[in-house]
Structures are given as C-alpha cells and as structure tokens.
C-alpha cells in the first residue's frame, strides 16, 4: 500500500479487514461452515467506521463488498439446490416483485397463491406423492394428465368454460410462468382455483371459523 506518505494506518488497517473478510469468505466456499468470523484490529477508527460506517469510506465500502459477496454466495446455492425447484423455475432470481404479488390479497389468497408457487397443494399429484391416505394415484379425475397447478390452470377439460370466464384473452394466459408472477394475473388465478372447488379437505378453509 506503500509508506506513509501515499497512505495511512487507517486505511491500512481497513485493507486488512478486507484481506481478511477475503480469506472467510474462501474458507466458507471449502467447505467450513462456521457461523462467525472474528476480525482484530487495534485501531479504534476503523473500529468505529466498520460499525457505522457514513460517506463513502474505506469502511462503506467494506459493508457493501461484504454484502455483495454474501448475495453472490447465496444465488449460487439458490441456483444449484436441489430441492424447491417449482419456486427456482418461477423466480430464478427472487426480488421484491415476489411480495408485490401479495398486496391487496386476504390471509387466505396470499397462502393459496403460496401453495400455487411451490406447488405443495391439495391436489391428487402433490398427495399422492406424500403418501396421503387415501390418495392412489396422481391422476387428475379428467384423464388426461397429473392433477397439477399446471394442468389445473392450464390444460384441464373440466374447467375451460371458468378458464375462459376468468382469464379471457390475457395476455400470457398460457404461461404458468406468467400466470404466477404478474400481479393482475396471479389474482384471477386465485379466483379461478377457488371457483373450482376442488381443493378440498386438503385445501385452504373457504369459511372463517366460528370463534
């Protein structure tokens, strides 16, 4: 960093946080799944702007590489995990937008639209592959495929007068993908799976409980 005419022991001392937020974060990509990282320095302002960083310090930047590297890791998971991979085909890069989805809806709309996303719904596919008594097979009772959101919403026969009732000609009618990540759309859905009464016991409750 060179001597002390071109830098100080400030920034010196904040170069060693970095190097050694740089080496945490390459133990962690090996392997070790430590929970926290202690980092020593005995110079109290960089102590203090690490803490509560303003302006555009040496500090600052700190946080913000930190956090960046900290998203960087988690989208890599996010990206190779194997499980919850109905949400990953959705939403490969989850932003605020998902929530927006949820605004204006009731309890029971928001966790209906929840169970469409992730497809953990009372349908004859998801049941059957929980092992539910009762439940023999996938099959949807129209024959023509498993009984998924996306058959539901899209495909099944029983329902193409309410499909058209509902969605009319929507642009992206056709598209899950569409259906379950546009605001205005993911509403009719809900409406249109609740119309359809096929839910169940399995389903969300239609009527409050009596207190």
């Known amino acids: 960093m060179g001597d002390d005419t071109t830098s ?3 920034a010196g001392e904040l170069q060693g946080i970095v190097l050694a937020l740089e080496m945490a974060q390459a133990d962690k990509e090996n392997g070790n799944d430590r929970s926290k990282v202690f980092i020593h320095t005995d110079n109290q302002a960089a102590i203090r702007s690490s803490a509560n960083p303003k302006g555009k310090s040496g500090a600052s930047t700190v946080k913000t590489w930190s956090h960046k590297q900290s998203h960087h890791v988690w989208q890599t998971k996010w990206e190779n995990e194997t499980r919850g991979r109905t949400s990953f085909r959705l939403t490969p890069k989850p932003t605020k937008k998902v929530l927006e989805l949820h605004e204006g809806l009731s309890k029971r709309q928001s966790a209906l639209l929840v169970q469409m996303r992730t497809e953990k719904i009372g349908l004859q596919d998801f049941l059957f ?3 539910v008594p009762g439940i023999t097979n996938a099959n949807c009772p129209c024959r023509e495929g498993r009984q998924t959101v996306s058959h539901i919403l899209l495909r099944c026969r029983r329902f ?3 499909r058209r009732q509902e969605f009319g000609t929507l642009p992206g009618r056709h598209n899950l993908r569409v259906i379950l990540n546009k605001r205005k ?3 009719k859905a809900i409406r249109f799976m609740e119309q359809t009464e096929i839910l169940g016991q399995h389903g969300i409750e239609s009527h409050t409980r009596p207190s």
């Open 8 to 10: 100080t022991v400030y």
């Open 129 to 131: 592959n929980r092992r």
């Open 160 to 162: 193409r007068q309410l």
């Open 185 to 187: 759309v993911a509403a």
